[in-house]
Each structure stands twice: as structure tokens, then as C-alpha cells.
């Protein structure tokens, strides 16, 4: 489940300190942007003493990574790939070819560090252009993708144009990776809405991602968690659809129908899936504090 | 009869200050007060010694307050609350005697019995008529209510009023009435309005303070208090504030229509007032302006006196009936004891102000606190200083979740039924050790008392010694 998945500077240690309690399913740690040239080392020092010794609540544990044009990138992989974190979140992917060199390094260092090879996943930042062409080729190149996601803010420079709250710049953008995502059989996840104030616009820019078919989105600062959880979990509605088709599926089985309806409508096998899936998230929201 | 004299000095005189004697402040101008320091500044010029002071705060705004204790002007301290920078004085024992720390609650008690009632009481009034009638809601330094002042016009031998707006006998709108006041002087100046009241009082922002609010107003929901009829206080801090604004989105959901809210007001327990959160607002101080527009506008914003508010020798008080009360702590330990007067190292940082005497008066006492502060564990094995018993405390709740005090049992239950999520005291500070480690322990420097520590009925709770 990652409804939520916030953004953590990797060189705060306060941040870092509190990120299991602010509510988000995933918490990312920033080793690229949020982090200064100058303070690179001192942010990958102290996010891997933080996976070593702190205990997020459960929280899965991404860390983004330098883009592979850095001289940073290596050194990141090197430092957090041993501290196991859940998943690593690569910038600037273009192509399919920057994944493979990237799972060649994961892969040596697993190997080194006696690690079962594959078991570091892997959702990758499309943030450009060629990215943006390319996703169904990137979100296929690796068995450890677990999910693509979109970054608008550098999309955006890259496109030329500027970042609006309506987001109609990146409405080819963001129909475009979650297609190349499902059709992978993977997960998409949304651009953070940036106005930390506007939690109406936030609100309103969540619900157009979840209408399109996003899984989740990220955030950028803790106040935007409890929004985004809200929105990207199933409403009653769905869960008690879930649980009729589910019965529904249970009962055809019972009577040995091949085929199953539902208020007229066709049970097929990604509804089924749909609903099972919609049911498992609620079953982890209520369990979870 | 002339009580309008044409000085403090003038006054002081008058009144008859010799060595030895007491007298009375009040702190509703908080860090932005004057009077204290005029007339500490007069007596010390007119050479008298040996003066304990009864006020109800004293704040980072009386730094001269050290001179004066250094000189032997000041010997003696009566208060509810001392700011880190006189505190941090005080403990380094400055102060020839111990000070003694009240609540807001026993002042008023203390005086009844005849316990360091002032011979002098010097009441700033923002607007005061020459005969005394005087009021904090209006005037260029308005502070809203002057609670903390009745009792020391009712008590003192003396009372003197020190205004910057004098107007025309009879102040109709009066809080304290002309009979207990002997003179009046008006000076230029009273405080500075910056360091009175703040512009206005915002929710904070801080994630781990929203964490721990929702919590509290989660626990506080599950408690089966919050219903019609509710009564509450809360503290103008980042949780306590945020845990009332989410009380009060539950109460406009719900519908639940509250009595009153007590203590420091500010404007966000206004918003529940206006709203019809509450029936009534019942006031010992206003925090901000638009507290202090309330009071004087909405009639249902009530003054109230200390006494009041939470005297526990009263026939009754608004403390005796509060439901639930939202408080803070600097330290807290595994027996649920709360420190708010020292920091981890025995430093004077403040004082129990209401805490203890709501604390006990309340249904259900919720101390909301981050689990780390800076590099310490909030959660000690015994505090620095206990300033609230924990036996009057209900619940302690932190980013990480909810302890139930084993006194009170009866919440976990009802807590456990409505998801609102327990943790066991001694897994908290587990958790928190393991971030910060145990902290050495800080070592008396010698066996000197610095202040006494003195609860609602009048025993010495605590010592706090000199670092």
C-alpha cells in the first residue's frame, strides 16, 4: 500500500528522526535534490545510520538516488543498498539502458554484500521528455520495478513551460506513464502539488490523479499525508462493491457457473483483482494506526 | 478624596514601603511589562531593602529583577511561573531566599490564609478612572482580562494602580472596583502592546504537534466526555492549541454543543465560542488580540478572578467542574510526575502556572509532549522536579502513541475499543533511549535549595536546588 509516499530531506536529522509518525505509507529519503553538492556524503552518512538504527513504524523505506550523469550515484548504491532499504527511487530515467546499468551495480553490490540478488526494488523518477516516451520500455526493463512515477517539476523545464496548479502542461505526461505502468502491470505513482498552503488545490489535484487511475502520489511536506491517504484509500462504496463481487465470484463458483454477473455487468478477471486489491488496502488501513 | 498621586515614587512613599515588607504584581502584561520594573527601580533608589514580591509571573521582560536580587533589594520570590532568563539567575542562587513556587490557584488560597499577603499591591491598568475603577480592556496597552489582579486589590494592605490611560470618574465599564484601591498614578507608559498580547494566535504547523493533537482529540473523543454539557482547557502551545483544532472540527461535525472553555484565552478558543463550540468563555487571561476584542465585545466572554478560577478553598471554582484539560511538560517521568519548571539540567525555565490545580480538578488530564526534545527523552525514570503529581494525571500523548496511566485504567478500555492507539510508558522511553540514548546523570552541585515547590493544599511538593 502507498498511498502516500513524502518526500524527506536525507541530510535533516529531525525530519529523518520523526518520519515514521507522520502518517505516510512510504517515506522517501532525498539524497538528490532537497540535498547540497557539498553536503552529498554527510546526507548518505546519516540516511544509512538512520536505516541502521531507527525504527520507522512500519513505514516502507524508499531512498532517491543521484541521477546516473552524477559522480554521487555509485556511492549512494554503495552506502544504502547493505542497510536493505525497501525500494530505490532513480532520477532522470530516460531509457531503458539507464536501468540495466543501474541493475548491474545493484546486482554487484547484492552479490558482494550477500544479498539476495533482486531483492532491492526499484521506481523509477520519469522527469523528461525522452523519459516520458520511453516509460513503457523503462517499466519493462528490470524485474525490480515495482511501480513508475512521475516527476512534474522537471518534466515541466524540460517541456519549456511552466508548472500550473491545473497541471494541463502534464496532462499528456501523466495519461501517458500510468497507460505504459498498467500495461507493464505495474503501479503509477503522481507528482506532489507543490503549494504546501493550498490543501483545496492539493484535494482537488488528488482526486484528478485517482480519477485517471494513479495508485498514489507523492508529497512534499507532512501536511499533505493526511489528504492524500484519504483520497487514495477505497471509499465505503468500493469496499462494499469489492466485497459483493467477491461473493458474488464465491457463489458462481458454488453453483458451477463459468461465467458471473453482477447487477448485470460481467465479472471478468481484472475486476476480480480490482477488488481483492481494494480490499487488502482497506484491510491495512484499518490495521494500521 | 485625592487618590491620584503624581509618581510611583510618590505613591510608594505614601503607602508607607519599609525593609522587609511584600508586595504584589499581577503579569497579565506578560513580556511586555513595565510596572514591575518602575517600581522595583524607585524602591531600590529609595534605598529598601529586603523585599519579597508576590506575582502571579515573572517574566523574561523583568531581567533587572537580577540587579535587584544581586543588591539585596529583592530577597524573597512568591510566583507561579518564572522565564528561562530570571529562572536561569535564580538557579545559579542569587536570590538570598528560596523562592516559593505557587500555582495560580493557591495564590488567591495562600492570601485567604495570610501566607505572603503583599503590604503594597502595584496593579498595572491599561485604563483606570481616578479613583481606581480601572479595567484591561481597553486603553493603548489593553490585555484583555486582569484576572490575576483581583486578588491582590481584595488582599493587599495597600493597593496601588499604575495606569497609561486615565479617564473620567466614573469608569463605567470597570473590572476592579475603586473600594480596595488607596492610590493611582498614571505614568506614559505601561508596557510595550508588542510584548503583551501577540497579533494573533495560529495553529501550528510542526507535523509532530498535529500528530500528537490528533491523538489527543482522538483520546479525548474516545473518552465519552466530549459531548453536550463539555468543559475545557487547553494551553496556547503548539499540541495543546492543535489539539483544540481538531476538537473543534469533531464538536461542528458532531454538533456538540459545549459549556465553557477556561484559563488563557486565545483567539482560536474565540473561533469556538463564535462558532458554538461553547456556551462561554471563562477568563483569568487573554494571549492575543483577538482575545482581547472578545472580552471586551461578546458578554459571554466572562472575566474571571485567580481565585475563581481555580481557588481550592473556594465554595467552587471553574477548575472544579472542567471535564478535560490539555497540558504540557518539559519532563515527564514513568509514574506519570510532570516537570514544568526545569529543564533536563535543573534550570528554572518556568513554573506550574494552572497546570497542577486543573490538573487535579479534571475529569481527564491529557499532557501532550514530543516523545524526543532536542537530544532528550521526554519520558524520564524520575523528573527534575515534580510539579504535577502523577496521580492527577490521566493520559500522556506522543507522536508514537498514547499512555494510559496505570491509576487510571478505566480509559484503556474505552481507548482500546475505539482504536485509539496505547502504548505502554516504558515501551515510549525504550523507544526514545534508543534515539538518544541515557543521558548521564546531572550532579547537585551543592545541597542549596533554590525554590520550593509548593502544590494546591499548601505542601511542599518538590525542592528545586542550585545547578
Given at each position: 500500500m502507498r498511498r502516500t509516499m513524502l518526500f524527506l530531506p536525507g541530510n535533516s536529522p529531525k525530519m529523518i528522526t520523526n518520519g515514521g509518525v507522520l502518517g505516510a505509507d512510504s517515506i522517501i529519503f532525498d539524497l538528490e535534490d532537497a540535498v547540497a553538492p557539498s553536503e552529498k556524503d554527510a546526507a548518505r552518512v546519516l540516511v544509512r545510520e538512520a536505516l541502521k538504527n531507527?525504527?520507522?513504524?512500519?513505514c516502507e523505506i524508499i531512498v532517491r538516488i543521484n541521477s546516473l550523469d552524477t559522480p554521487f550515484w555509485k556511492e549512494d548504491l554503495e552506502e544504502i543498498i547493505p542497510l536493505k532499504p525497501d525500494v530505490i527511487m532513480p532520477t532522470k530515467v530516460n531509457d531503458a539502458t539507464y536501468i540495466c546499468e543501474l541493475d548491474k551495480e545493484i546486482s554487484r553490490i547484492e552479490e558482494n554484500k550477500y544479498m539476495?540478488?533482486?531483492s532491492t526494488k526499484l521506481i523509477p523518477l520519469i522527469e523528461t521528455a525522452k523519459g516520458i516516451e520511453n516509460s513503457y520500455k523503462i517499466a519493462l526493463?528490470?524485474?525490480?520495478?515495482?511501480a513508475l512515477y512521475l516527476g512534474a517539476e522537471d518534466l515541466t523545464a524540460d517541456f519549456g513551460c511552466s508548472r500550473t496548479k491545473e497541471g494541463k502542461e502534464i496532462d499528456y505526461a501523466r495519461g501517458r506513464l500510468l497507460c505504459a505502468a498498467r500495461a507493464a502491470g505495474i503501479d503509477a505513482y503522481d507528482t506532489p502539488?507543490?503549494?504546501?498552503?493550498d490543501l483545496k488545490g492539493l484535494e482537488k489535484d488528488s482526486y484528478y490523479a485517482k480519477g485517471m487511475g494513479y495508485t498514489g502520489k507523492a508529497v512534499i511536506h507532512p501536511s499533505h499525508v493526511e489528504i492524500v491517504n484519504k483520497i487514495f484509500s477505497p471509499t465505503e462504496k468500493e469496499i462494499l462493491y469489492a466485497q459483493e463481487i467477491l461473493k458474488a465470484i464465491e457463489d458462481g463458483k458454488k453453483a458451477g457457473k463459468g461465467a458471473v454477473s453482477l447487477h448485470g455487468k460481467m465479472i471478468d478477471a481484472p475486476i476480480v483483482e480490482r477488488a481483492k486489491r481494494t480490499l487488502s488496502v482497506a484491510e491495512k488501513i484499518r490495521g494500521g494506526v | 478624596m485625592q487618590k491620584l498621586v503624581t509618581d510611583i515614587k510618590e505613591a510608594i512613599i505614601r503607602c508607607g514601603l519599609k525593609d522587609g515588607m511584600c508586595i504584589g504584581f499581577h503579569h497579565h502584561l506578560r513580556g511586555g511589562d513595565y510596572v514591575l520594573n518602575m517600581v522595583m527601580d524607585e524602591i531600590a533608589k529609595l534605598g529598601i531593602k529586603d523585599i519579597t514580591i508576590n506575582a502571579s509571573s515573572i517574566h523574561d521582560?523583568?531581567?533587572p529583577l537580577i540587579e535587584h536580587m544581586k543588591k539585596g533589594v529583592v530577597t524573597g520570590l512568591v510566583t507561579a511561573y518564572i522565564g528561562p532568563a530570571v529562572g536561569k539567575a535564580i538557579s545559579e542562587g542569587i536570590l538570598k531566599r528560596p523562592v516559593v513556587f505557587q500555582t495560580h490557584g493557591y495564590r488567591p488560597c495562600g492570601m485567604e490564609k495570610g501566607e505572603y499577603v503583599p503590604d503594597i499591591a502595584f496593579i498595572a491598568a491599561p485604563t483606570s478612572d481616578p479613583m481606581g475603577n480601572c479595567t484591561g480592556k481597553t486603553g493603548k496597552s489593553a490585555c484583555g482580562s486582569l484576572g490575576y489582579a483581583f486578588t491582590d486589590a481584595r488582599y493587599a494592605k495597600k493597593t496601588v494602580i499604575i495606569t497609561d490611560n486615565l479617564v473620567e470618574y466614573p469608569l463605567a465599564e470597570y473590572s476592579i472596583s475603586e473600594v480596595d484601591i488607596d492610590y493611582v498614578v498614571c505614568v506614559d507608559e505601561i508596557g510595550n502592546p508588542e510584548g503583551i498580547v501577540s497579533g494573533t494566535t495560529k495553529l501550528p504547523r510542526n507535523p509532530v504537534s498535529l500528530k500528537i493533537a490528533r491523538y489527543a482529540a482522538k483520546a479525548i473523543e474516545a473518552s465519552g466526555l466530549l459531548k453536550d454539557g463539555f468543559s475545557f482547557q487547553t494551553g496556547a502551545g503548539g499540541a495543546s492549541l492543535a489539539a483544540a483544532g481538531y476538537l473543534k472540527e469533531i464538536m461542528l461535525n458532531k454538533g456538540i454543543k459545549g459549556s465553557y472553555a477556561l484559563g488563557g484565552i486565545t483567539g482560536y478558543l474565540v473561533d469556538m465560542l463564535n462558532t458554538g463550540c461553547f456556551k462561554a468563555l471563562q477568563d483569568v487571561q487573554c494571549f492575543d488580540l483577538k482575545a482581547v476584542e472578545s472580552i471586551r465585545e461578546n458578554p459571554n466572554h466572562m472575566e474571571i478572578s485567580a481565585s475563581h478560577y481555580a481557588n481550592p478553598m473556594a465554595k467552587s471554582s471553574a477548575a472544579s467542574s472542567l471535564d478535560v484539560v490539555v497540558l504540557g511538560a518539559t519532563e515527564i517521568d514513568i509514574n506519570f510526575n510532570v516537570n514544568v519548571h526545569t529543564d533536563s539540567n535543573g534550570y528554572i525555565i518556568g513554573g506550574s502556572g494552572g497546570h497542577s490545580d486543573v490538573a487535579q480538578c479534571a475529569k481527564m488530564t491529557v499532557i501532550v509532549a514530543p516523545l524526543l526534545r532536542t537530544r532528550h527523552a521526554v519520558i524520564k525514570n524520575k523528573v527534575k522536579c515534580i510539579s504535577t503529581p502523577g496521580n492527577t494525571v490521566d493520559i500522556l500523548v506522543t507522536e508514537y502513541g498514547i499512555s494510559v496511566n496505570p491509576v487510571r485504567k478505566e480509559w484503556e478500555a474505552l481507548f482500546k475499543k475505539k482504536g485509539v492507539p496505547i502504548v505502554d510508558i516504558y515501551d515510549l522511553q525504550k523507544k526514545a533511549e534508543k534515539l538518544t540514548g541515557i543521558p548521564e546523570e546531572v550532579n547537585r552541585k551543592n545541597n542549596k535549595v533554590v525554590a520550593e515547590v509548593v502544590y494546591r493544599d499548601g505542601t511542599i511538593l518538590d525542592k528545586i536546588y542550585q545547578v
Amino acid at each position: 500500500m502507498r498511498r502516500t509516499m513524502l518526500f524527506l530531506p536525507g541530510n535533516s536529522p529531525k525530519m529523518i528522526t520523526n518520519g515514521g509518525v507522520l502518517g505516510a505509507d512510504s517515506i522517501i529519503f532525498d539524497l538528490e535534490d532537497a540535498v547540497a553538492p557539498s553536503e552529498k556524503d554527510a546526507a548518505r552518512v546519516l540516511v544509512r545510520e538512520a536505516l541502521k538504527n531507527i525504527d520507522f513504524n512500519g513505514c516502507e523505506i524508499i531512498v532517491r538516488i543521484n541521477s546516473l550523469d552524477t559522480p554521487f550515484w555509485k556511492e549512494d548504491l554503495e552506502e544504502i543498498i547493505p542497510l536493505k532499504p525497501d525500494v530505490i527511487m532513480p532520477t532522470k530515467v530516460n531509457d531503458a539502458t539507464y536501468i540495466c546499468e543501474l541493475d548491474k551495480e545493484i546486482s554487484r553490490i547484492e552479490e558482494n554484500k550477500y544479498m539476495h540478488r533482486g531483492s532491492t526494488k526499484l521506481i523509477p523518477l520519469i522527469e523528461t521528455a525522452k523519459g516520458i516516451e520511453n516509460s513503457y520500455k523503462i517499466a519493462l526493463a528490470s524485474k525490480r520495478i515495482e511501480a513508475l512515477y512521475l516527476g512534474a517539476e522537471d518534466l515541466t523545464a524540460d517541456f519549456g513551460c511552466s508548472r500550473t496548479k491545473e497541471g494541463k502542461e502534464i496532462d499528456y505526461a501523466r495519461g501517458r506513464l500510468l497507460c505504459a505502468a498498467r500495461a507493464a502491470g505495474i503501479d503509477a505513482y503522481d507528482t506532489p502539488f507543490t503549494d504546501i498552503e493550498d490543501l483545496k488545490g492539493l484535494e482537488k489535484d488528488s482526486y484528478y490523479a485517482k480519477g485517471m487511475g494513479y495508485t498514489g502520489k507523492a508529497v512534499i511536506h507532512p501536511s499533505h499525508v493526511e489528504i492524500v491517504n484519504k483520497i487514495f484509500s477505497p471509499t465505503e462504496k468500493e469496499i462494499l462493491y469489492a466485497q459483493e463481487i467477491l461473493k458474488a465470484i464465491e457463489d458462481g463458483k458454488k453453483a458451477g457457473k463459468g461465467a458471473v454477473s453482477l447487477h448485470g455487468k460481467m465479472i471478468d478477471a481484472p475486476i476480480v483483482e480490482r477488488a481483492k486489491r481494494t480490499l487488502s488496502v482497506a484491510e491495512k488501513i484499518r490495521g494500521g494506526v | 478624596m485625592q487618590k491620584l498621586v503624581t509618581d510611583i515614587k510618590e505613591a510608594i512613599i505614601r503607602c508607607g514601603l519599609k525593609d522587609g515588607m511584600c508586595i504584589g504584581f499581577h503579569h497579565h502584561l506578560r513580556g511586555g511589562d513595565y510596572v514591575l520594573n518602575m517600581v522595583m527601580d524607585e524602591i531600590a533608589k529609595l534605598g529598601i531593602k529586603d523585599i519579597t514580591i508576590n506575582a502571579s509571573s515573572i517574566h523574561d521582560g523583568h531581567l533587572p529583577l537580577i540587579e535587584h536580587m544581586k543588591k539585596g533589594v529583592v530577597t524573597g520570590l512568591v510566583t507561579a511561573y518564572i522565564g528561562p532568563a530570571v529562572g536561569k539567575a535564580i538557579s545559579e542562587g542569587i536570590l538570598k531566599r528560596p523562592v516559593v513556587f505557587q500555582t495560580h490557584g493557591y495564590r488567591p488560597c495562600g492570601m485567604e490564609k495570610g501566607e505572603y499577603v503583599p503590604d503594597i499591591a502595584f496593579i498595572a491598568a491599561p485604563t483606570s478612572d481616578p479613583m481606581g475603577n480601572c479595567t484591561g480592556k481597553t486603553g493603548k496597552s489593553a490585555c484583555g482580562s486582569l484576572g490575576y489582579a483581583f486578588t491582590d486589590a481584595r488582599y493587599a494592605k495597600k493597593t496601588v494602580i499604575i495606569t497609561d490611560n486615565l479617564v473620567e470618574y466614573p469608569l463605567a465599564e470597570y473590572s476592579i472596583s475603586e473600594v480596595d484601591i488607596d492610590y493611582v498614578v498614571c505614568v506614559d507608559e505601561i508596557g510595550n502592546p508588542e510584548g503583551i498580547v501577540s497579533g494573533t494566535t495560529k495553529l501550528p504547523r510542526n507535523p509532530v504537534s498535529l500528530k500528537i493533537a490528533r491523538y489527543a482529540a482522538k483520546a479525548i473523543e474516545a473518552s465519552g466526555l466530549l459531548k453536550d454539557g463539555f468543559s475545557f482547557q487547553t494551553g496556547a502551545g503548539g499540541a495543546s492549541l492543535a489539539a483544540a483544532g481538531y476538537l473543534k472540527e469533531i464538536m461542528l461535525n458532531k454538533g456538540i454543543k459545549g459549556s465553557y472553555a477556561l484559563g488563557g484565552i486565545t483567539g482560536y478558543l474565540v473561533d469556538m465560542l463564535n462558532t458554538g463550540c461553547f456556551k462561554a468563555l471563562q477568563d483569568v487571561q487573554c494571549f492575543d488580540l483577538k482575545a482581547v476584542e472578545s472580552i471586551r465585545e461578546n458578554p459571554n466572554h466572562m472575566e474571571i478572578s485567580a481565585s475563581h478560577y481555580a481557588n481550592p478553598m473556594a465554595k467552587s471554582s471553574a477548575a472544579s467542574s472542567l471535564d478535560v484539560v490539555v497540558l504540557g511538560a518539559t519532563e515527564i517521568d514513568i509514574n506519570f510526575n510532570v516537570n514544568v519548571h526545569t529543564d533536563s539540567n535543573g534550570y528554572i525555565i518556568g513554573g506550574s502556572g494552572g497546570h497542577s490545580d486543573v490538573a487535579q480538578c479534571a475529569k481527564m488530564t491529557v499532557i501532550v509532549a514530543p516523545l524526543l526534545r532536542t537530544r532528550h527523552a521526554v519520558i524520564k525514570n524520575k523528573v527534575k522536579c515534580i510539579s504535577t503529581p502523577g496521580n492527577t494525571v490521566d493520559i500522556l500523548v506522543t507522536e508514537y502513541g498514547i499512555s494510559v496511566n496505570p491509576v487510571r485504567k478505566e480509559w484503556e478500555a474505552l481507548f482500546k475499543k475505539k482504536g485509539v492507539p496505547i502504548v505502554d510508558i516504558y515501551d515510549l522511553q525504550k523507544k526514545a533511549e534508543k534515539l538518544t540514548g541515557i543521558p548521564e546523570e546531572v550532579n547537585r552541585k551543592n545541597n542549596k535549595v533554590v525554590a520550593e515547590v509548593v502544590y494546591r493544599d499548601g505542601t511542599i511538593l518538590d525542592k528545586i536546588y542550585q545547578v
